[in-house]
């Protein structure tokens, strides 16, 4: 009788060990699919960022600007002018640049946990200096995720 309860014992054991290992084959691919949708939603949460961002200069729209910009922004242009955040919303405002158009015509990001680079080529339309000027760029876009969406924290851009 002992040996009989001792082998049940035993069976039971190794029926659990295996629906255990099981269960953790499956948790294991449930994560997995997890954080591959995960990075999913970030890379379109970024895209609307990215697109926000690009609206809300040309809107001259400071609630969006305060919301996407990082207080430690660092903000490069082609000619080597340096702008804050703070700095970039007072010049759209007091008219020093006005953004009219502008269109990615091709972007590449990068994503690695809380931070992504963003590469973008784009043609610009902006009244500076008294005239209206069109140029294309190439922009480097650094943003991190912050409070639960993505912040703009250094931009530098060269003419192409």
Do not use: P
Not at 22 to 33: R, S
Request: proline fraction near 0%; aromatic fraction near 12%.
């Amino acid at each position: 009788m002992k040996l009989l309860n001792c082998i049940w014992k035993t069976k039971n054991l190794l029926i659990y060990t295996i629906n255990m290992k099981k269960y953790l084959f499956l948790l294991f691919f449930m994560l997995l699919n997890v954080s591959v949708f995960a990075h999913k939603a970030d890379t379109s949460r970024l895209n609307i960022a990215i697109k926000d961002f690009d609206k809300a200069l040309v809107a001259k729209d400071s609630v969006a600007l305060k919301r996407l910009l990082n207080v430690e922004l660092d903000y490069g242009h082609s000619n080597g002018w340096m702008q804050t955040k703070t700095s970039l919303i007072n010049d759209l405002y007091n008219g020093k640049i006005t953004y009219n158009k502008i269109n990615i015509t091709s972007q590449k990001i990068t994503l690695f946990r809380k931070i992504a680079t963003v590469r973008i080529s784009a043609d610009f339309e902006a009244y500076l200096e008294n005239k209206t000027t069109q140029f294309k760029l190439n922009v480097l876009q650094v943003w991190v995720w912050k409070h639960k969406q993505w912040q703009l924290l250094a931009r530098q851009s060269v003419r192409i």
